[in-house]
């Protein structure tokens, strides 16, 4: 069969809302996006372990230490079952690990921001927990199944870590006056940044389009962000915060919130690995690999001897 | 030669987008049989879409007298889940 008919016919299966799976002819740049997104969403899990990692041991009680603890390892957890899916468009993991290592490979923005307090947890939760919710649930129905199903894990998963954040904050905001102050200040340094989460605006978005004809997005970036505008503004309300937009108002009009400008300029530095921790990211992530050296080596050696000592025995 | 034909799991994928589930085991002299058998044996009545068959012998189980050891630990940690964090009414579908 000539490419172009087998081009027709996978776009004819994805017309029809029928999953691609791993051995089924796909394009050359399907197979592409799909590796270049599910890593970089495979990189932030993992990357997004480090600024919340920072709290572990100062959280304030038993309660938010068990908590936090169980979010990070969920996340190692999702980081393996991105991975994983990864592999199944014949990548391996080590090459997927050399390009994160290397600063070739992207992940999210919003991990290069530091967590510079308790309330930056809660504030992560909320925000960059529910932007991340916004973004996956709607990859829960992605065209490539090993993705999909990986996101319907993750997404069960995931849904005790932005009410964690949440009731960080609540408690915050009803505690003392510095306490309350604490949550607003994180509010005011992540909401830009969860905002940036959702990606170029689409005027902008070189991928989108193709993305959505091949059913691996279902919403467009602004589309993302204006669903989680409109949800978030609520619930910053109930905590008593102000939200750091002096243009944010809801317009009866559109029956959507409106929102002041995003600083596309800080948006494109922190990309470009210019943000206030890339280079301490990115270091951390080395180190961690480097460290780990020697237990990978033992771990196969030892299976290495085990299967020796079978052979012997046998 | 080996006297008897070796052991297969045989695993359906009902259709695409949903995982191959564990549907039973067949003797076979070599993969492509296993397939094939597996083909006339498991999915005559349209069963599903794809089939892996994998020799028994390379599937490593845990063993059942670990199950609590290996399990319980996971029964105890309540905030794991939604329901462990108390929120007000009006954020309740968060």
Not at chain 1, 84 to 98: F, H, K, V
Not at chain 1, 217 to 231: C, G, P, V, W
Not at chain 1, 268 to 294: D, F, I, K, S, Y
């Amino acid at each position: 069969m000539t490419t172009e008919s087998l081009t027709r016919r996978f776009q004819d299966k994805i017309d029809q809302e029928l999953k691609i799976e791993p051995k089924d002819w796909m394009p050359d740049a399907y197979r592409k996006t799909l590796i270049r997104q599910i890593s970089q969403h495979a990189h932030s899990e993992v990357v997004g372990m480090l600024p919340e990692g920072n709290w572990i041991t100062r959280a304030p009680s038993l309660r938010r230490k068990v908590a936090l603890l169980a979010k990070v390892q969920d996340e190692a957890g999702h980081g393996l079952y991105l991975y994983s899916a990864c592999e199944t468009l014949g990548i391996r993991r080590e090459t997927l690990i050399e390009e994160l290592l290397s600063g070739k490979a992207k992940y999210s923005s919003i991990f290069n921001y530091p967590t510079l307090t308790w309330a930056d947890i809660g504030a992560i939760g909320w925000l960059v927990d529910g932007a991340a919710i916004m973004n996956q649930v709607p990859l829960c129905r992605c065209s490539y199944g090993p993705y999909a199903r990986a996101m319907v894990r993750v997404c069960k998963e995931e849904s005790f870590h932005q009410r964690q954040g949440f009731e960080i904050l609540l408690t915050l905001c009803q505690g003392a006056a510095d306490q309350k102050a604490m949550a607003q200040d994180a509010l005011d340094r992540w909401w830009w940044p969860s905002l940036m989460m959702f990606g170029p605006s689409d005027k902008d978005s070189i991928h989108t389009a193709q993305s959505m004809r091949w059913k691996i997005k279902r919403f467009t970036n602004d589309e993302l962000r204006q669903k989680f505008i409109d949800m978030t503004v609520p619930q910053a309300e109930v905590l008593g915060l102000t939200i750091p937009d002096p243009e944010l108002q809801w317009d009866e009009a559109s029956g959507h919130y409106h929102s002041g400008p995003i600083d596309w300029e800080e948006f494109g530095q922190v990309l470009r690995g210019n943000g206030p921790c890339n280079a301490e990211r990115l270091e951390a992530r080395q180190r961690a690999h480097q460290e780990g050296t020697w237990v990978r080596e033992a771990a196969q050696a030892y299976a290495a001897k085990q299967i020796e000592e079978s052979k012997k025995v046998g | 030669m080996q006297s008897e034909w070796p052991l297969w799991e045989v695993f359906i994928r009902p259709k695409n987008g949903l995982h191959h589930i564990h549907a039973g085991s067949l003797h076979a002299a070599d993969a492509a049989m296993a397939i094939q058998n597996a083909r006339d044996v498991y999915t005559r009545r349209n069963e599903g879409v794809s089939l892996w068959v994998v020799e028994s012998v390379h599937l490593h189980a845990s063993d059942p007298d670990d199950a609590d050891m290996l399990f319980e630990p996971a029964k105890d940690k309540i905030y794991r889940h939604p329901t462990f964090y108390d929120l007000p009414d009006e954020v309740k579908h968060m």
